[in-house]
């Protein structure tokens, strides 16, 4: 399915959760993100859990994303980055 990829490069996306976050109590499965990225898991206090695992996303994770072009980085960035127009408290956040 892909050719060959160069990943001399850093092609890991790291963006963490805010409490206004429009994945925050989202299953992790269903972020949307750029055609060739793939969500590889997350890390919550320390601990990495797999996509595979199928956690939803809490406000404070780690969600870790590959993009396997590097010049698709900055529209995974703004993908995962996504944010509810209005603010949420952090407890709304809390599932």
């Known amino acids: 399915m892909f050719k060959h990829r160069n990943f001399n490069e850093s092609n890991l996306v790291e963006v963490?959760?805010?409490f206004s976050s429009y994945f925050c109590g989202i299953a992790?499965?269903?972020i949307a993100i750029p055609e060739f990225c793939?969500?590889?898991g997350l890390v919550r206090g320390?601990?990495?859990i797999l996509a595979?695992?199928?956690p939803r996303v809490h406000c404070g994770d780690h969600v870790l994303a590959i993009?396997?072009?590097p010049t698709l980085i900055p529209a995974?960035?703004?993908a995962l980055r996504k944010t509810h127009l209005v603010r949420y408290?952090?407890?709304d956040c809390q599932i």
Request: aromatic share 0%.
């Open 38 to 40: 793939v969500v590889l």
């Open 28 to 30: 992790l499965s269903d």
């Open 76 to 78: 995974l960035k703004v």
């Open 46 to 48: 320390g601990e990495v």
């Open 89 to 91: 408290t952090l407890q």
């Open 16 to 18: 963490t959760i805010t």
């Open 52 to 54: 595979s695992a199928q």
């Open 67 to 69: 993009a396997l072009n």
